[in-house]
């Protein structure tokens, strides 16, 4: 069956950091859940994405120090979010028309209840493909 919500088709495990935390402790966070990205949260409600990209090009590349940097000088704070009603449909436009990876999942208080990523819907509507594939496969290390 293919998925008709974003419900069906997120990753309800959420990794987040607080938007105070450093760049440092974020990317301990990733290595030790195996993902790309982290949340950032205020509040308890996000208010941003982190990715491993950003550490690299955002941080790294531009020399400042992981210990002392905070997640918030580098994470993409113009989040795009979806409900876990949000038609799976809707969830792929808008994936595309802001050219963007994963969709943090919240609920009515902007509170984190998933992700749902690129590799999650291709997992759930083209489970052949080489996406499905890839996003199937285990963490590389």
Do not use: H, K
Request: glycine letters at 6%.
């Amino acid at each position: 069956m293919t998925p008709q919500t974003v419900a069906d088709a997120m990753t309800g495990r959420v990794i987040s950091v607080n938007i105070d935390a450093s760049l440092a402790d974020a990317a301990v966070a990733m290595r030790n859940n195996d993902v790309g990205d982290v949340l950032v949260l205020e509040n308890g409600m996000v208010r941003g994405v982190l990715t491993d990209r950003d550490l690299v090009v955002r941080a790294a590349a531009e020399g400042r120090p992981p210990d002392d940097t905070s997640v918030d000088d580098v994470c993409s704070s113009d989040v795009t979010t979806v409900v876990p009603g949000t038609p799976i449909d809707d969830a792929v436009n808008l994936m595309r028309e802001y050219a963007i990876r994963r969709l943090p999942v919240v609920d009515e208080d902007l509170r984190p209840v998933g992700v749902v990523t690129l590799g999650d819907v291709a997992l759930a509507r083209e489970p052949d493909s080489a996406l499905a594939d890839i996003s199937a496969a285990p963490a590389n290390r």
